[in-house]
């Protein structure tokens, strides 16, 4: 890639205080921004209206500076680049929402959570999320009618059985079968705001994104995410998955874990030299 066309991003949710994990992750992803002397962008991923808070927003903003990120690009924000911000993109989500239904890759799903725990065969113990059994697909329910007077959330009707592959940068060859490690998946919820799958597709093709780097409890998403591109004709960025930092107990760090937060760390004394001399080495 000839030098300066590497475009990376961080893509933080405001849902909570960061940990050593999202900066351990957001690390790698400027080294490698650096490395292809690229530019990197910071997006504030604050669609979820239930969990999203404006406080930490400001306070993940503070505490990325203060650890020593740095990006290149966003709206004016004082002198300095702000983040882009979700809430703020809404009317293009919509056009690719339109844009999908079109294309009818996508269809309305009046099924609620307790339905499609009802539905569902067999408990699918270990999976993230049980594929949704198909109540709604076109022609299933009945003469196509949904339930009178539910709440609508659109799913990605996924191509069943058909492989997803793609070569990840640190995990290389990764594959996962539609309709059974993932089902039809929500691409815009009832409550009129995107998902998460769609919104992020949209801005990382929007941004012209080159490379994704993100942890690795996002690989079966970057499946899902990858059908989204084809269906668009869009080309997918190249994806790099990184290794999640895990507690002494070998738990997954969680932002309500408030221990290793990095203000904890930083009220503690540490440095954020410190911090990042326990991180694996990049690369790895
Ligand atoms: N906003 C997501 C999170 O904080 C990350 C999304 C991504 O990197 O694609 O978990």
Known sequence: MPPGTYRGRLAPSPTGYLHQGHVQTFWLAQERARAHHGVLVLRDEDLDGSRARAEFAT???????????????????????????????????????EQLKAKGAIYPCSCTRKDVQQAL?????????????????????????????????????????????????????????????????????SDGL??????????????????????ADLLLSTARQLLIYHALGWEPPAFYHCPLVLDAQGNRLAKRHDALSLRTLRQRGESPENIRRSFPPTGS
């Not at 004016?76 to 993109?89: E, K, V």
């Not at 998902?195 to 993100?214: F, G, K, P």
């Open 121 to 189: 065969q067999a408990p699918h113990i270990g999976q993230e999320e049980p594929p949704y059994p198909g109540t709604c697909r076109p022609g299933r329910r009945g003469d196509g009618n949904l339930k009178p007077g539910g709440r609508i959330n659109w799913r990605f009707q996924v191509p069943d059985g058909a492989t997803v592959g793609f070569v990840d940068g640190h995990y290389r060859a990764q594959s996962f079968v539609a309709g059974k490690d993932f089902g039809d998946f929500v691409v815009w919820r």
């Open 194 to 215: 995107p998902s998460y799958q769609l919104a992020v597709v949209v801005d990382d093709h929007e941004m012209a994104i080159t490379e994704v780097v993100r942890g």
């Open 59 to 97: 306070a993940m903003i503070e505490d990325l500076r203060w650890f020593g990120f740095d990006w290149q690009e966003g709206p004016d924000c004082g002198g300095a680049y702000g983040p882009y911000q979700q809430s703020q993109r809404l009317p293009g989500y919509r056009i690719v929402f």
